[in-house]
């Protein structure tokens, strides 16, 4: 069959891609760890690692702009690569979500601040799952699998909700400690932009398999209490 | 033939062209937008040229071909005992893969088709005008006597395009008219294609996919079926067949995994 040139340059940017969503998990994971252990020389390492997703994101661009440019492709290849350039962007967005939580550590410093750990917990667990799935589903271009994932965010907001109040009433109870614990708002925000952005990438995944583009609809803005 | 308010310039029904006993195409039905460019892609042997001949009758000159189904230009079928063939040419142009301009100079390449079908006017204004509708005139307007054979390909082939304006058709067919020259002189042809759509019908076959997507407003794929007759596939706008083909076959051909 022809066209293995363009085939294997596709198969590695693939390969690129996953790479690049795997680290992004694992800074997200890392920097709500730091959050449970206040480490903040591992904060700072996870907010400096920010810089190598950056330029592998850059790397990656180029790479599928090199691709368009002498490969010309056509139909599924062109919305494959466009995919992809989509994707490599959400994957680099969601990492500046991780190196946010690290930085709220580091701005805690030792204080003791009251957070709702289960919520971040179970919010961090799940927004990576989704996306550990999602990036697989890009890449097996599943569209049944990438549709159903968006759904799972009802309960990233939920938890969301809880937390948000949790937080509120930490606030009123302990005024003095407002400023660090308001930290923890931007916490579980991040992870629920994190969880959109999943969905995006699921967009993503049927727009190649089918060449619709359609918003899923994962949030209202009723959905969230704020 | 005079000019009708159609929104279709040509349409081909159930179109069946034969050589001898080989069925070289089947079942073409196609409409051709007015004003639009519509290009025919498709693998090798697959009878895109062998439609396009059909559009004016070309193929009349092989003794073994024959059509049946309908070709419609101006609600009349051409293949009608009615129609004149020459008299229809001169409404269809063509312009063929190769340049092929008369062995004269630039001024009479454009003249003698003209006086030959009777134009009556001023010559040197026909030259003129038709030069500049295929942006050859800056070029050449100081060489007018100069052999058209000393001319670039490029604007050999543009000197093509220019002859077949200045018997005043209604559609041009081009049958892979940039397969010779060199990718600038393609970029000019296929500007020349866009500007000369504001007045003309253009139907073009190319091997060159990305010249289809560049330079057309509809594409229409077609390939070979079992028997090895041409059958057309796909036809849409060409923005969809180059992003989003309906048809497996269309998707594996321009994609490049075709075969």
């Known amino acids: 069959m022809p066209r293995n040139s363009l085939n294997k340059q596709l198969n590695m940017v693939q390969d690129e891609i996953l790479l690049l969503g795997s680290m992004v998990e694992q800074a997200t994971l890392n920097a709500v760890k730091t959050l449970k252990t206040r480490d903040i020389k591992q904060a700072r390492e996870v907010f400096e690692q920010d810089q190598i997703i950056n330029e592998k994101r850059f790397a990656i661009e180029n790479a599928i702009l090199i691709l368009m440019a002498t490969q010309q492709p056509m139909a599924r290849d062109l919305r494959t ?22 930085k709220v550590t580091m701005r805690m410093g030792e204080a003791e601040v009251n957070m709702p750990m289960l919520e971040i917990d179970q919010m961090a667990e799940l927004a990576v799952d989704m996306l550990h799935r999602a990036l697989g589903a890009f890449i097996e271009e599943n569209a049944n699998v990438a549709l159903a994932i968006p759904k799972e965010d009802d309960r990233i907001d939920e938890w969301f909700n809880t937390a948000y109040t949790k937080i509120l009433k930490e606030m009123v109870a302990n005024p003095e400690t407002i400023d660090q614990v308001n930290l923890a708002l931007w916490v579980i925000h991040n992870l629920e932009r994190m969880a959109d952005r999943v969905s995006n990438i699921c967009e993503r995944t049927v727009f190649i398999a089918t060449g619709e583009l359609f918003e899923m609809d994962t949030m209202d803005e009723d959905d969230l209490n704020i | 033939m005079e000019q009708q308010n159609n929104h279709y310039a040509i349409e081909t029904r159930g179109l069946n062209i034969f050589y001898g006993d080989f069925q070289a195409v089947k079942d073409i039905s196609l409409k ?67 340049p092929n301009p008369f062995p004269k100079s630039i001024y009479d390449n454009i003249a003698w088709g003209a006086k030959v079908n009777g134009f009556r006017g001023n010559t040197d204004d026909l030259v003129e005008e038709t030069l500049r ?21 490029g604007q050999q082939q543009r000197l093509c395009i220019a002859r077949a304006l200045a018997v005043r058709p209604e559609i041009i067919l081009m049958d892979e008219p940039c397969s010779a020259l060199d990718p600038i002189a393609t970029l000019k042809i296929e500007d020349l294609m866009r500007e ?11 091997h060159n996919m990305q010249q289809a997507a560049r330079a ?13 007759a041409g059958v057309m596939v796909e036809f849409n706008e060409t923005a969809q067949i180059f992003t989003k083909p309906k048809d497996q076959r269309t998707e594996d051909y321009i994609t490049g995994r075709f075969g």
Request: overall charge neutral; glycine content about 6%; aromatic content about 8%.
């Open chain 1, 81 to 102: 690569l466009a995919a992809l350039l989509e994707v490599n962007t959400e994957l680099e967005r969601i990492g500046d979500y991780a190196k946010g939580i690290a």
């Open chain 2, 32 to 98: 051709f937008e007015r004003n639009r460019i519509t290009a025919i892609i498709g693998p090798s042997g697959c009878g895109k040229s062998t439609v396009l001949r059909s559009f004016n009758r070309m193929n009349d000159f092989v003794p073994s071909a024959r059509a049946t189904g309908e070709v419609l230009y101006h609600d009349k079928n051409i293949y009608d005992p009615s129609i004149d063939p020459v008299q229809l040419r001169r409404m269809i142009g063509m312009v063929f893969q190769k």
């Open chain 2, 133 to 153: 509708s295929a942006a050859l005139w800056e070029e050449v307007k100081d060489d007018l006597k100069k052999s058209a054979l000393a001319l670039s390909g």
């Open chain 2, 196 to 206: 000369l759509s504001q007045n003309y019908t253009i139907i073009i076959v190319t």
């Open chain 2, 216 to 228: 057309s407003d509809f594409t229409s794929f077609f390939t070979m079926d079992t028997d090895r």
